[in-house]
Nanobody
């Protein structure tokens, strides 16, 4: 059973930083993608970043609104995926989710981060005050 657990959310002032963590378990294939998504009240879920893990090659992608400010990475075991968020803005306020897909070539590409990934965590709230 695939499980994803997010942590690291909280309240931060504009311009500050947070690092979110996504602890994964149960992923049984060598090729998969982990994505970070966010959903603000009244808005649709948005793809923030994703990492496509395919054999020895990992590729990362970012939504336009976070390019240059957010960085996705993994630990050595690739069981934990991080989202380092710098220069936070009030409009970054949202519930942040991590998700997993066994079709990285479909869900996590240079053409975009698709929101219909297969497995989801419960989310962690990030609030950025002005």
């Amino acid at each position: 059973e695939v499980q994803l657990v997010e942590s690291g959310g909280g309240l931060v002032q504009a311009g500050g930083s947070l690092r979110l963590s996504c602890a994964t378990s149960g992923l049984t294939y060598d090729e998969y993608a982990i994505g970070w998504f966010r959903q603000a009240p009244g808005k649709e879920r948005e793809g923030v970043s994703c990492i496509s893990i395919e054999n020895s090659d990992d590729s990362t992608y970012y939504g336009d609104s976070v390019k240059g400010r957010f960085t996705i990475s993994t630990d050595n075991t690739k069981n934990t995926v991080y989202l380092q968020m710098n220069s936070l803005k009030p409009e970054d306020t949202a519930v942040y989710y991590c998700a997993a897909s066994y079709a990285p070539f479909y869900h996590c590409t240079k053409n975009g981060i698709r929101v219909d990934m297969d497995y989801w965590g419960k989310g962690t709230l990030v609030t950025v005050s002005s």
